[in-house]
């Protein structure tokens, strides 16, 4: 899963929208994940 949220491809998994990929990118940086520094994870602008 990390590899698809760094490539940006986290919408691949089937049944994951917007608000559930925004959830695992907040998770993900509240343990410590660093985040990218080009925008939004998720593609989203």
């Given at each position: 899963m990390i590899t698809l949220l760094r490539?940006?491809?986290l919408d691949?998994?089937?049944g994951l929208?917007?608000?559930r990929i925004g959830?695992?990118?907040v998770a993900l940086?509240?343990?410590g994940l660093p985040r990218d520094h080009g925008g939004p994870l998720?593609?989203?602008q």
């Open positions: 490539t940006r491809q691949q998994i089937w929208g917007p608000r959830e695992i990118e940086v509240f343990v998720n593609g989203n």
